[in-house]
């Protein structure tokens, strides 16, 4: 009886915006206390999180995706993805979906991807005759697209809570992030084929100009990812390489920030959200070590297992809870509560590891566009000024593409380990 009076007392402080770490922690340390086992164990999982060498990349790459977002990037990279593309029937969709996925790849958070770029691609897919409706939709969706690519923050949270190689998953996630963009591209061409849409001609010129201005950011993504799948550096060096460009591209070639009075603001604000983070990350970790002690996904997996022994209905199984966390929780929150209990039950059931990476990403991609509650719903809406149901009705379609893009992924492993191998 008190376990439970427990349990909804903490479930009512999340309710009322108590922090989660705080939650998090009271969990786990009253699990501890009425198991009678030593609070050292808290303790000793931060001291391995602290000694994990992978947890540097994280506010390195951050703090570089802030520097992009706040220079002139987004327009860049919008000009020359429209000068590559669009000229195709549906181009200028297609520069939405490519354009905010590289960012979202950068930044790591969908929400500043709507906010950053939706004022440049939505009147600009207005004016280019596209519908309200699909216009709304596509941007919505494109907010969280480029989460599989790296260097996307939750690829590297991931890969530290659930013990993967960081450079691994960097891998796996090109091929499924790329059949996301390919199969929305398809719809997006075959919407607006024939609606009278404006098509940019192709010009060389353009194509050239567009180049000319992005030249010294062009390299940043073939950088990354090149120099990790040849093995020249790790995701660390990378993390360095990456935040020392940007600083400097940024900074002293484009100039798009001032030095004195930019650098200190970016720097606190990418550390806050670092700083938050690694806060929830710290107190998750002693919650896992409790419930590993308890066996509790050992328990989980015997109780599954009476009613579902093949793998095949486990992981529909597993798709379905994941899209409804990923609609009640932002990504970070998920990964460091989800992923421990998830993961030993997967692995029970043959599922590798970076797959389960990658479907579970996929999955809280897909939760974040996610009736009634997915956060990018409500982003958008506010960025926008349109009205939340109108932003349901726009993203059905594409939550159906990316249904059937997941399901590919699901049950195709090769389309996640096919790099990897």
């Not at 260097?151 to 809570?161: D, F, G, M, Q, R």
Request: net charge positive; proline share 5%.
């Amino acid at each position: 009886m008190l376990n439970f009076i427990l349990i909804l007392l903490f479930v009512l402080f999340a309710l009322f915006r108590t922090p989660l770490f705080a939650v998090i922690s009271a969990i786990a340390i009253l699990s501890f206390l009425t198991a009678q086992t030593d609070l050292s164990a808290i303790i000793i999982e931060m001291v391995r999180l602290a000694n994990t060498s992978t947890l540097i990349a994280i506010p390195l790459f951050t703090f570089a995706g802030y520097i992009l977002a706040e220079s002139n990037t987004p327009k860049r990279l919008v000009n020359l993805t429209q000068a590559l593309f669009g000229w195709i029937p549906g181009g200028l969709a297609i520069v939405v979906l490519v354009s905010c996925a590289v960012f979202t790849a950068f930044t790591g958070a969908s929400g500043i991807t709507i906010v950053a770029l939706g004022g440049l691609v939505f009147p600009a897919l207005i004016k280019g005759n596209y519908s309200e409706k699909f216009s709304l939709g596509l941007v919505t969706t494109s907010g969280s697209l480029g989460l599989l690519f790296p260097p996307s923050l939750p690829l590297i949270l991931y890969a530290l809570v659930a013990q993967v190689d960081v450079d691994k998953l960097f891998i796996a996630g090109i091929i499924p992030g790329t059949l996301l963009i390919v199969l929305l591209s398809i719809y997006s061409i075959a919407r607006n084929y024939k609606s009278g849409i404006k098509i940019q001609k192709f010009s060389f010129r353009n194509l050239w100009r567009a180049t000319i201005d992005a030249i010294w950011e062009i390299p940043l993504p073939f950088i990354i990812i090149g120099g990790i799948y040849a093995g020249l550096f790790t995701v660390i060096e990378a993390s360095v390489i990456t935040a020392v460009y940007v600083l400097i591209v940024e900074f002293f070639i484009y100039r798009d920030l001032n030095f004195r009075k930019d650098l200190t603001r970016i720097m606190k604000e990418s550390m806050i959200l670092v700083g938050g983070i690694l806060i929830i990350l710290a107190s998750a970790l002693g919650l896992t070590s409790y419930l590993i002690d308890a066996q509790v996904p050992m328990k989980i997996f015997e109780f599954i297992q009476k009613y579902i022994s093949s793998k095949y209905a486990f992981l529909l199984l597993l798709n379905i809870f994941l899209l409804v966390v990923g609609m009640l929780m932002d990504i970070f929150s998920a990964i460091i509560v989800v992923v421990p209990i998830i993961t030993p039950i997967a692995m029970k059931f043959g599922v590798d590891p970076v797959h389960l990476g990658i479907i579970f990403l996929t999955n809280l991609e897909i939760g974040y566009l996610t009736p009634p509650v997915g956060l990018n719903l409500f982003i958008s809406s506010f960025r926008f000024e349109k009205p939340i149901i109108k932003i349901y009705t726009s993203t059905l379609p594409f939550i159906f593409i990316l249904l059937i893009a997941l399901l590919l992924i699901t049950y195709i492993p090769e389309i996640s380990l096919f790099l990897v191998k």
